[in-house]
C-alpha cells in the first residue's frame, strides 16, 4: 500500500522531470521573438505581467529601492517584493 510519502515523492519527482521539460522547451528559442512566441503559447497576458513585474522587482531592489516602495510602483504586494529580496540573498551568496 502507499503512503502519502510515496505520493509526495512521486509527485516532486513528476515537477522536477516537468521543469526540465519546460526549461527544454524555453532553451529551443534562438532569439527573444521566439521566446515571446514560446512563453504566449504557455502563459495568459496575465501570467507573463506577473513574470515581468517580478524581474523589475529584481531590478528595483538591486537599484536600492525601499520594498514598499517597489510595492506601491508595481502595484504587487509587499510579500512579492519581500520574496524577491530574500531571492536575490540566495543569488548572492552562492
Not at 500500500?1 to 515537477?15: C, L, V
Not at 513585474?53 to 525601499?66: D, V
Amino acid at each position: 500500500m502507499k503512503t502519502p510519502d510515496d505520493n509526495s515523492s512521486t509527485r516532486q519527482s513528476d515537477e522536477a522531470h516537468y521543469r526540465q521539460e519546460l526549461l527544454a522547451h524555453l532553451l529551443r528559442a534562438k532569439n527573444s521573438q521566439q521566446l515571446d512566441a514560446l512563453l504566449s503559447d504557455l502563459l495568459t497576458p496575465s501570467e507573463i505581467s506577473e513574470i515581468s513585474k517580478r524581474l523589475q522587482i529584481f531590478k528595483l531592489l538591486e537599484a536600492g529601492l525601499p520594498q514598499r516602495q517597489i510595492a506601491d510602483q508595481l502595484g504587487v504586494g509587499i510579500a512579492t517584493v519581500t520574496r524577491g529580496s530574500r531571492a536575490l540573498k540566495r543569488q548572492s551568496s552562492q
